[in-house]
């Protein structure tokens, strides 16, 4: 059963839209973590966030935002007024403390914005 | 500024012909990760180290092979290359402890003629 769910294949807005991404885990666990990562054109994967079980504060970076509710097993990521630069494939993953370091990966979510 | 680094970015090479593949870090983490990374997919896990303990996924073809001969640097040694696994290679590390991020260099990108 796929653990982390990335729904949204591809996801096209324009300039200036906000967007958001969406991604849904499964756990057993009661400590896990849970990360975003930018993977741009030139394919380095880029860490942007990690949220731990208990901390379901929500975070804001400039324009990106998190949304951890574990209610609904969801980690979704917002980002305000989109540009151009943001366009890359955005991964969500899950490591669970008896995985051995394994990431759980979603299937990724490939962002256009269009100028 | 302290990194993951991955040479070379591109590697070309010939089926059947083998290929090394190094990462460097300047992080100073005890974990080292190889990934293979094919077109519209995400990552997948090949093998880590924690410090000299290597640590091989049970799906890992044989064809793949790693040597960490210090700290700061791991190399990923592809036997008999085949047309499959042409893909992007990343390296990353992490720190026991940290909890567990991993950070990622650039990656090479394998080529098999």
């Known amino acids: 059963a796929q653990k982390v769910t990335q729904a949204q294949t591809e996801i096209s807005v324009v300039e200036k839209e906000d967007v958001t991404l969406d991604c849904v885990y499964e756990t057993r666990d009661t400590t896990y973590y849970l990360f975003w990562y930018k993977q741009p054109p030139s394919g380095e994967l880029v860490f942007l966030i990690r949220?731990?079980?208990?901390d379901e504060q929500n975070e804001i970076s400039g324009r990106y935002s998190w949304n951890f509710q574990k209610s609904t097993s969801s980690f979704n990521f917002t980002i305000t007024a989109s540009q151009v630069v943001d366009s890359a494939v955005y991964f969500c993953?899950?490591?669970?403390?008896?995985?051995?370091?394994?990431?759980?990966w979603g299937a990724g979510t490939k962002l256009i914005i269009k100028p | 500024d302290a990194m993951v680094i991955q040479n070379p970015r591109y590697q070309v090479t010939q089926f059947g012909k083998p290929v090394t593949l190094s990462c460097s870090q300047t992080?100073?983490?005890?974990?080292m990760y190889w990934y293979q990374q094919k077109s519209s997919q995400a990552p997948k896990l090949l093998f880590h180290y924690y410090d000299k303990d290597f640590n091989n996924e049970a799906d890992t073809p044989d064809n793949f092979q790693s040597r960490r001969p210090n700290t700061s640097f791991c190399f990923l040694d592809i036997r008999s290359p085949g047309l499959g696994d042409a893909a992007m290679y990343l390296c990353?590390?992490?720190?026991?402890?940290?909890?567990?991020?991993?950070?990622f260099g650039p990656g090479t990108r394998l080529l098999v003629l």
């Open positions: 993953a899950l490591l669970e403390m008896d995985s051995n370091y394994q990431l759980i």
């Open positions: 990353a590390t992490s720190r026991r402890g940290d909890p567990e991020t991993q950070y």
């Open positions: 949220r731990n079980s208990f």
């Open positions: 992080l100073n983490h005890n974990v």
